[in-house]
Structure formats: structure tokens, C-alpha cells
């Protein structure tokens, strides 16, 4: 493999790892952010919905950009905004609303283009590229939300949260070989059918859609539940971390099995048996840490299955990269769309009755909905099908 080739894959590696990290952390250290800057308690749960806001309206327009200017250019600025709003969202509950807006932006930008730059640059090893991809996302916001509040223990929240911007800067420093060769797509041949009118499109979007709100709402709860049944907050930050760490498996090797043998099937009601068991599981008020830690484990198996199929599915059920931005900008739009609803949800239905246990439940519900979402995808050859 060419040097180029090198440096390109820890670019991909070191921006995967800017995806998840600047929002996964932010969940352990809730308290700290509202005492120092005096934040409403009305808008700590922004901190979380903001971005995937940003994700719903904005992702419809990245292919465009991409087409016009460069996936590759477009990225490298979007990492440098994403650096930017993360390094000075930490000095005031207004740099913090913008920061974190920008950062939302940023995120939107690489989760639509990460996969069709994958399948541009690595044609014959989109499996294995999106699987490293995957991982490395993971990897990095396990380490981040795992180790977080030891961070900010030693060297304050402030600096913890701003670590994350030295992150993206390494990132575009190994990118810049990237900017060499800037791919533009054709804009004269349009997919035939337009991605709005696929059936398998939808589909795809729901299933894109209700993973990422079972995603986020155990983003930003699980740590918030494990308290209430009664872990300290280092406890539960070290098992959330835990929970994201377990999820490295199926993010590695869920991808590459998907492009070898194309049906889904197996793949997916596997991953609704780890949801079902975990948040199942989770409805037990205990602080017993063996049983706490079989919830995280399978939890994060699950929840990173469906990311980690998700992302596979763009490139499996497309023929060409431009529509794979199509559907890559569609299904993150409608997706996170549903996504936002999840942890504003949850966290009216826990003050309005007390108990974590009726949100819950409604989780199972959406589990069932993703699976057969998550089938119906399966039996097509394409989502324009």
C-alpha cells in the first residue's frame, strides 16, 4: 500500500474518533458543565438533542456540497469547525449552545460522507475499510465516556471536554495527502428514481432512524439510570465506558460479514435479542455490578450491531457512490429525526412518573419496530428496488 494510502486509513481513523467522542463524553459530566457555567436544567438535555438536529436538517444537503467542492475538502473543514466549537464551547453556557451547534454540523457533514469516501477510495475493501471505520468510532468513544470524569477529576472538565479538539487536529494533519486528490462526482447522471420515492429508501431511514434513538437515549440515560439504582458516578461512568467497549466486536465484525454474505437476516434478530435481554434487564433496580455489567456488555453488542449494519447498508443495497450519498443524506435526516425525540422523551417520561421502567418499555416497542424495519431491507437487492 501506497504512503498516501497509509495516511489516509489513520485519517479515517482519527476523524471517526472525533464522531461520537465530543457527544459521548459530555453525558458523565452533566453535573460538572451545569455547576461551572450555571446552566437551566431545561437546557442540559439541548446539549444532546442539538446535535442530532443538526443531523436531520443538514444532512439532505452534504451530498451537494460534496459534489461541488470536494468529499474530501468538505470533511477537512468540518473537522477544523468541529475543533473549533469543541475547543471554546467550555467557557460559557452561550459558547457551549454554539459549539455544540457547530459541532452538530460537523458531525452531519462526516456521517453522510464518511461511507461514500470509503467506498471511493477503497472500492475492493469497503467491508474492511467500513469495519475499521466503525471501530475506530467506537473505540474512542468508549475510551472518552469510560474515563471522562477520572479525567476531569485530574485536570478539570474544561480541559477534559477540550482534549477532543487535539484529537481532530491530528486528524487533519494525517488528511492532508487526501486534498491531493479530491474527488468531484459527475453531476450529469442522476440516480433514476429519486431516493425520496424508494420504498426500500424509507425503510432504510426507519431502520437508520430508531437505532439511532436507542443509540442516543442509552447515551445519554444509562449513566443517570445506573446512579439511580444506586452506583456512584465513577461506577457508572466506568460501566458506560464498559458498554461502549463491549460494542468493539460487533463493530468490527458485524460490517465484514454483511458484505460476504449480503443477507442481513441473522445479523438483525440477533441484534434484537442483545436489545431486548439489555433493556429488559434494565428495568431491575439493582446496584449488583455483575448483573449491571451483563446489561452494558449486551447492550453495547446490540446497539452497536445495528450502527455498525446501518453503516454497511449504505454501500450494500446502492450501485453507485452517488447514490449511496443519496441515501447516506436521506436515511440521517428522517434518522435523526426519530433520534431526537429519544432522549427528551425518556427524560419526560422519567419526571413525569418517577420511574425509569415505562420509558423502557416503549424501548422494547421500538426494538420490535427496527427489526422488522431492519428485514424488510434485508429482502431487497437495492433500496431504489
Not at 495527502?177 to 420515492?197: M, Q
Not at 466506568?238 to 468493539?248: K, N, P, T, V, W
Not at 429488559?280 to 449486551?298: D, K, Q, R, Y
Request: aromatic share 10%.
Amino acid at each position: 500500500m501506497k504512503k498516501q494510502g497509509k495516511l489516509l486509513i489513520i485519517g479515517i481513523i482519527l476523524f471517526a474518533g472525533c464522531m461520537r467522542t465530543p457527544i459521548g463524553m459530555v453525558s458523565p459530566l452533566l453535573s460538572n458543565i451545569q455547576q461551572t457555567l450555571d446552566v437551566p436544567a431545561g437546557l442540559l438535555g439541548s446539549i444532546t438533542t442539538i446535535p442530532l438536529l443538526c443531523f436531520a436538517l443538514f444532512s439532505p444537503f452534504v451530498p451537494q456540497l460534496g459534489k461541488r467542492f470536494g468529499n474530501e475538502l468538505i470533511m477537512f473543514f468540518a473537522v477544523l469547525v468541529l475543533a473549533l466549537g469543541n475547543y471554546f464551547r467550555v467557557f460559557s453556557t452561550t459558547f457551549l449552545l454554539i459549539g455544540t451547534l457547530l459541532i452538530g454540523l460537523s458531525i452531519a457533514v462526516l456521517n453522510v460522507l464518511m461511507p461514500v469516501t470509503i467506498a471511493q477510495k477503497y472500492p475492493q475493501r469497503v467491508g474492511v475499510m467500513t469495519s475499521v471505520y466503525t471501530f475506530s468510532m467506537t473505540l474512542f468513544s468508549a475510551l472518552a465516556s469510560g474515563q471522562s470524569v477520572a479525567l476531569a477529576d485530574h485536570v478539570g472538565w474544561q480541559k477534559a471536554m477540550q482534549s477532543v479538539s487535539i484529537l481532530a487536529v491530528l486528524g487533519m494533519i494525517f488528511w492532508l495527502p487526501a486534498l491531493r486528490n479530491i474527488h468531484k462526482s459527475k453531476t450529469g447522471k442522476r440516480t433514476e428514481n429519486s431516493v425520496w420515492k424508494a420504498r426500500g429508501a424509507w425503510y432504510l431511514s426507519a431502520f437508520m432512524g430508531l437505532q439511532f434513538l436507542l443509540f442516543y437515549t442509552t447515551l445519554t440515560w444509562v449513566p443517570t439510570i445506573l446512579v439511580s439504582h444506586g452506583m456512584s458516578r465513577g461506577q457508572a461512568s466506568q460501566l458506560f465506558g464498559l458498554m461502549q467497549l463491549a460494542s468493539l466486536v460487533t463493530s468490527y465484525f458485524v460490517p465484514i460479514l454483511a458484505y460476504l454474505f449480503k443477507r442481513t437476516r441473522g445479523i438483525i434478530l440477533s441484534m434484537a435479542v442483545g436489545f431486548l435481554a439489555g433493556l429488559g434487564l434494565l428495568m431491575i433496580p439493582t446496584a449488583s455490578v455483575s448483573l449491571t455489567i451483563v446489561v452494558v456488555v449486551v447492550l453495547g453488542l446490540a446497539s452497536n450491531m445495528a450502527f455498525s449494519l446501518a453503516m454497511a447498508l449504505f454501500n450494500i443495497k446502492t450501485d453507485t457512490s452517488e447514490q449511496t450519498a443519496e441515501i447516506s443524506g436521506m436515511a440521517q435526516a428522517v434518522g435523526y429525526i426519530l433520534a431526537a425525540f429519544g432522549p427528551v422523551g425518556v427524560g419526560y417520561l422519567q419526571q413525569v412518573t418517577g420511574s425509569w421502567n415505562l420509558s423502557l418499555i416503549l424501548l422494547l416497542i421500538v426494538v420490535v419496530i427496527l427489526t422488522l424495519a431492519g428485514l424488510a431491507v434485508d429482502r431487497r437487492r437495492t433500496v431504489f428496488d
